[in-house]
């Protein structure tokens, strides 16, 4: 009888080991994706973290020069590109292209309080709310795949009640976020 209680004992100790070794092992990847980046001294998949913090690179549009250095980063990188520009709508279709990581939104030129040199389509504090709207829609069309839009040189627009209660609605007509 001895013998058998001994036995029963040390299958238990052996079954809560084991279950204690399964339930803290490191979990493993379910599927590897093939948009996926993968670390090249770890040769494991980068995911997206699940944090807080967005890095945003603005004022694309003017050129394509640099492009290619955002990929190499391999981390979650949204890119905001100024509208109707000669390689805004290139960029937004570069950056969709090279996977499930980067975010382009839309670098909306909005009117400044230092007078600086205004972009083509830049929405002014003296426009009616109808040429506010169209402007603004014209600049979200140029620019395909934007989940959002931020402020280009915007201070003097981004005070003014008015002109943000427009561009506020319209994009939230058209579900497209505006982080600032």
Not at 68 to 95: C, G, M, W
Not at 148 to 173: I, P
């Amino acid at each position: 009888m001895k013998k058998y209680i001994s036995l029963i004992v040390v299958a238990i100790i052996v079954a809560v080991f084991g279950l204690i070794f399964l339930l803290n092992r490191p979990s493993k990847p379910t599927s590897k994706s093939k948009s996926e980046p993968i670390n090249e001294s770890t040769s494991k998949p980068i995911s997206k973290p699940k944090g807080l913090v967005a890095f945003v690179i603005d004022d694309w549009g003017y050129n394509r020069n640099n492009i290619d250095l955002v990929f190499q980063i391999q981390r979650p990188i949204t890119i905001s590109i100024l509208p109707n520009l000669h390689y805004s709508k290139a960029i937004a279709e570069t950056v969709k292209e090279n996977g499930e990581m980067y975010d382009v939104i839309l670098h909306l030129p909005l009117e400044s309080d230092r007078n600086m040199a205004a972009e083509v389509d830049t929405i002014r504090c003296n426009m009616e709310e109808d040429e506010i709207s169209s402007v603004l829609q014209k600049d979200i069309e140029s620019i395909p795949g934007i989940i959002g839009v931020s402020s280009h040189q915007g201070s003097k627009a981004t005070e003014d009640e008015r002109v943000m209660e427009v561009v506020l609605n319209e994009l939230k007509k058209k579900k497209i976020i505006f982080p600032g």
